[in-house]
């Protein structure tokens, strides 16, 4: 008897999801949000917590079974804080709720919670303190900003406090650790990782001034500028910026960067993106910008945030496209892959994943800079 009307509802989403798309980011970007949507959702499990809070657990499907991942829920929520943070807040509720039960007593976030279906604790043998740290505090400062509002970060500013002061003593150059990309393998002084703690620095900063913490606001942005002029300066590769700060030679995408330009920290020099989207442009191969100067493999969730970076929409499109025809092309019948290579339209390993929410970062910028607007005029 809802058919028509359920019907109906389904072909306005879909046409205003396509309209809206293209508009920011092309015909082809579109596409790729339409071919994401309904996998980046059902990657996920919606449960309420005993306490009546809502939990979005991920599902780690095709890598190693784990169930609420801090750095899967990163990359994923763009798609939540554009239609509902709320999901986005589920997203991170169990995290709290294991580090505030005394559970998880490191002084990071743990990277997950246990293995799918059971939320048992955490099962990953590896911890990723600058990694998840990071994620969480930067998720928090997004719901901040889609909400207009920092009452959720007051609520868990103990535990926020924490992870904040830990990557203020540890994040400018990270030790031998994990970061998201952790099928790459344990490196030290990562640039991009870096590029998270600053971020995570600046969005406790963020939160706090939201909340009428001023001098607690100011000395957390003031440390996060320090730092990120520390960071330029040790990763300056001439035309573009390190992989690692100690190996001159390489680089990476800094899609961790993507948070100072959708968030209004003004924390990094314009110039820093517009160097690392000149030299991208000149780096991509036939499906796209590699990860970083290792392999020809790369993710197609960030470089759809590296892509963001960019000031002008034929760079954006000119570092998409190449994502669409990966997936248009590729003879391999499996889910949408967000880990593939770059020169042959083949996946590797990863299928069917929650990461490929992220593709809606481009539409939250255009998001958050209306919200801006609309409070301005307020």
């Given at each position: 008897?809802?058919?028509?009307?359920?019907?109906?509802?389904?072909?306005?989403?879909?046409?205003?999801?396509?309209?809206?798309?293209?508009?920011?980011?092309?015909?082809?970007?579109?596409?790729?949000?339409?071919?994401?949507?309904?996998?980046?959702?059902?990657?996920?499990?919606?449960?309420?917590?005993?306490?009546?809070?809502?939990?979005?657990?991920?599902?780690?499907?095709?890598?190693?079974?784990?169930?609420?991942?801090?750095?899967?829920?990163?990359?994923?929520?763009?798609?939540?804080?554009?239609?509902?943070?709320?999901?986005?807040?589920?997203?991170?509720?169990?995290?709290?709720?294991?580090?505030?039960?005394?559970?998880?007593?490191?002084?990071?976030?743990?990277?997950?919670?246990?293995t799918y279906p059971q939320a048992n604790g955490q099962t990953?043998?590896?911890?990723?303190?600058?990694?998840?740290?990071?994620?969480?505090?930067?998720?928090?400062?997004?719901?901040?900003?889609?909400?207009?509002?920092?009452?959720?970060?007051?609520?868990?500013?103990?535990?926020?406090?924490?992870?904040?002061?830990?990557l203020v003593e540890n994040g400018l150059d990270p030790d031998?650790?994990?970061?998201?990309?952790?099928?790459?393998?344990?490196?030290?002084?990562?640039?991009?990782?870096?590029?998270?703690?600053?971020?995570?620095?600046?969005?406790?900063?963020?939160?706090?001034?939201?909340?009428?913490?001023?001098?607690?606001?100011?000395?957390?942005?003031?440390?996060?500028?320090?730092?990120?002029?520390?960071?330029?300066?040790?990763?300056?590769?001439?035309?573009?910026?390190?992989?690692?700060?100690?190996?001159?030679?390489?680089?990476?995408?800094?899609?961790?960067?993507?948070?100072?330009?959708?968030?209004?920290?003004?924390?990094?020099?314009?110039?820093?993106?517009?160097?690392?989207?000149?030299?991208?442009?000149?780096?991509?191969?036939?499906?796209?910008?590699?990860?970083?100067?290792?392999?020809?493999?790369?993710?197609?969730?960030?470089?759809?945030?590296?892509?963001?970076?960019?000031?002008?929409?034929?760079?954006?499109?000119?570092?998409?496209?190449?994502?669409?025809?990966?997936?248009?092309?590729?003879?391999?019948?499996?889910?949408?892959?967000?880990?593939?290579?770059?020169?042959?339209?083949?996946?590797?390993?990863?299928?069917?994943?929650?990461?490929?929410?992220?593709?809606?970062?481009?539409?939250?910028?255009?998001?958050?800079?209306?919200?801006?607007?609309?409070?301005?005029?307020?």
């Amino acid at each position: 008897g809802d058919y028509p009307v359920l019907n109906e509802k389904c072909r306005e989403f879909d046409l205003e999801l396509m309209e809206t798309a293209t508009r920011e980011g092309g015909r082809k970007y579109a596409e790729l949000c339409a071919l994401a949507y309904r996998q980046a959702i059902a990657a996920h499990k919606l449960v309420e917590s005993p306490d009546g809070d809502l939990m979005l657990l991920s599902k780690e499907n095709a890598s190693n079974g784990s169930i609420g991942t801090v750095d899967i829920s990163y990359p994923s929520a763009p798609l939540f804080l554009y239609y509902n943070p709320e999901l986005c807040k589920a997203l991170l509720n169990h995290i709290f709720h294991y580090s505030e039960s005394g559970k998880w007593q490191k002084p990071f976030p743990a990277h997950d919670v246990g293995t799918y279906p059971q939320a048992n604790g955490q099962t990953y043998k590896h911890d990723m303190p600058v990694e998840e740290s990071g994620n969480m505090l930067v998720l928090t400062a997004a719901i901040a900003a889609a909400e207009g509002n920092a009452e959720y970060a007051r609520r868990h500013w103990k535990e926020l406090t924490r992870w904040a002061e830990y990557l203020v003593e540890n994040g400018l150059d990270p030790d031998n650790q994990l970061c998201t990309d952790d099928f790459a393998g344990h490196f030290a002084h990562n640039a991009n990782l870096s590029i998270k703690a600053i971020m995570g620095i600046a969005s406790y900063g963020y939160c706090a001034r939201m909340l009428g913490m001023e001098e607690v606001a100011d000395s957390y942005f003031a440390k996060a500028r320090e730092m990120a002029g520390e960071w330029v300066r040790m990763a300056d590769d001439g035309d573009h910026y390190r992989l690692t700060f100690d190996k001159s030679g390489t680089w990476s995408q800094k899609y961790n960067l993507v948070w100072d330009k959708l968030l209004g920290f003004g924390i990094f020099p314009e110039s820093v993106t517009r160097k690392e989207i000149a030299y991208y442009l000149h780096k991509q191969n036939r499906y796209g910008l590699p990860l970083d100067s290792r392999r020809q493999w790369t993710k197609s969730d960030w470089i759809v945030w590296s892509a963001t970076l960019a000031d002008d929409r034929k760079s954006f499109e000119a570092l998409v496209e190449p994502v669409w025809d990966f997936m248009n092309e590729t003879v391999l019948r499996v889910p949408m892959s967000d880990w593939y290579k770059s020169d042959v339209p083949a996946h590797v390993i990863f299928k069917a994943r929650a990461v490929v929410g992220g593709y809606w970062i481009k539409m939250l910028e255009s998001k958050y800079t209306a919200k801006k607007q609309e409070n301005r005029i307020q």
